[in-house]
């Protein structure tokens, strides 16, 4: 399974939401969410700072991360971004690729 990390910021009303139903509640329910789909949480924490909660997840395939995000974002009270996980061996097999790139003003 791939891994992602999920970074989440509540708006006013999903940080209400968060008060009433504590922090193990909605590390429950993302649990229950992600493994209807197929997958699993590793890591969770909230956080200080620009974002409110860190999610390490693996899900099937980037499909279902998308509509992960679909959902969450479109509840209107959390707003999150996605970001694909990479395992040192993805940067080995990338790194034997053979690309073909010219740089811009190089010949």
Do not use: H
């Amino acid at each position: 399974m791939k891994k992602y990390l999920i970074k989440g910021t509540y708006n006013s009303d999903g940080a209400k939401g968060l008060i009433q139903e504590g922090g193990s509640g909605r590390r429950t329910a993302i649990e229950k969410m992600l493994e209807g789909m197929g997958g699993k949480v590793e890591s969770f924490y909230f956080a200080f700072g620009e974002e409110d909660v860190y999610v390490i997840v693996e899900l099937p395939d980037d499909i279902s991360a998308v509509a992960v995000g679909l959902a969450v974002n479109g509840s209107g009270l959390v707003r999150i971004s996605t970001t694909v996980l990479l395992t040192a061996a993805d940067i080995d097999a990338a790194s034997k690729k053979t690309v073909s790139y010219r740089a811009p003003g190089k010949s």
